[in-house]
C-alpha cells in the first residue's frame, strides 16, 4: 500500500524512483520546423551519472559521467536546440536509426519476389533509413515507465512510434519501441522492439558520437579500443559490403588487442570511408539472443571507460571520418575524427547479401535488440 502511495506520489510529480535512479520529464526542448512540441527526459542514477533523452529521434542528447578524479563531462555531441538537429550540421548525432540503419545498396531490394525502392540519400545507396520519416526525424510518444523487477527495479523511458506501411519505401505498419534504462552501477540499456503487419526489413540502432574526453575534445584517435571481433566486413569505394567476411588478422582493422584508434588509421583515409567506418562481425559465444560485449574504449588521459555489449551480430565501427567542423552544444567544435560511433546492429545491406545474417521481420515475429553503454574508469 505504502509503495503503491509512493508510486502515485511520483508520478503526480511527473518523476518515478527506485532505490536512487530515476527518469524526469517531461521538459520542453523546443518545437519542430513544422511545428511538433519536442520534450526531453532526465535520466539520472546515484552516481550522479545524468543521461538526456529526447523526443525527436528518441535521441541521446547527453550522457554525463566522471573521469578517474570524480570530475563530469558529456561525452556525446549534441545541438543547444532542436534548429541545431534539424540542421544538415547534424549527421545523426545521438539519435535511433532506422528502419534499416546503414546502407542498402544503390536503394533496393527484393523481398518475396517484389522489388522495393528506397531514397538515394548517400549516393548512389541508401543511408539510415531515408530523408523525411526516417526514424531519427520523427517525434515519437514518450512515457515513464515505473521501475519493475524485470527491469531490475529500474525506471524505464519508453518511446513508441508506428511507421505505416510504406513510410520511406519500407513496406508493412511498423511498432517501434525503444527503452532507455539507466542503472545504479552506471550501465545505460536501450532495448530495442519492432513488429510489423507484413515482411519487412528493420535494423535499428543508436548513433551516439563519442569522445571520452568530453564531446568537443580534438580527437578521438588516442583513444585505445579493443573489438570482441576476428572478422570484419569488407566494403567497395561507396562503402557497400563485397559480400565476403574476412579475418581481421594481420590488416589495419584488427582490434582484437586493445590498440589506439591512430595506430594505423591513416592507411584507410584514401578509401571511400577515409577512416574506420566499417561492421565487425563480433565472436559471440554466447546463444544468440543473449547479450556479451562487443567493444570496449578506453581515453587514457580521464580514465573514462566505455564497454558496448549487445545481442546483435555486428558493431559498425565509424570514427567520424564526415564531420567537418559543424558547432554543437556548449559552443563546442566537432572536427573530423573527433568523435566515435559503435553501432550495433545486423551486418550492412544485409537486405541483398544472402550469406549475412537475415534482417527480415515477419508478421508474428518480434525484432529484439539490446545494446548496453557501460561506463566506467580505469
Ligand atoms: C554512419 C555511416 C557513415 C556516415 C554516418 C553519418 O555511421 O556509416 O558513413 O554516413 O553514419 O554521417
Redesign the pocket.
Known sequence: MLARCLFAAALVVGSVSSAYAQVEGPKMFGKTADGKPVEVYTLKNKNGIIVKVMTLGATITEINVPDKKGKFANVVFGFDDVKGYESKDN??FGCTVGRVA??IAKGRFTLDGKEYKLAIN?EPNH??GGVKKSLDKVVWNAKIIPPHPQRGGFPTLQFLYTSPDGEEGYPGKTDVRVTYSLRDRNVLFIDYYAVADKATPINLTN?SYFNLAGAGAETVLDHELQIEANKYVPVDQT?IPTGKVEAVKGTVFDFTKTTRIGERIEKLYETG?KGY?HCYALTRPEKRGEISLAAKMRDPKSGRVLEVITSQPGV?L?TG??LFGQKGKDGKTYKQRSGV?L?TGGLPDAVNQPTFPSIILRPGQTYRHTCVYAFSVE
Open positions: 549527421q545523426y546503414n546502407r548517400n543511408l539510415h548513433h562503402l570511408a567506418d559498425q565509424y571520418n564526415f560511433c553501432e
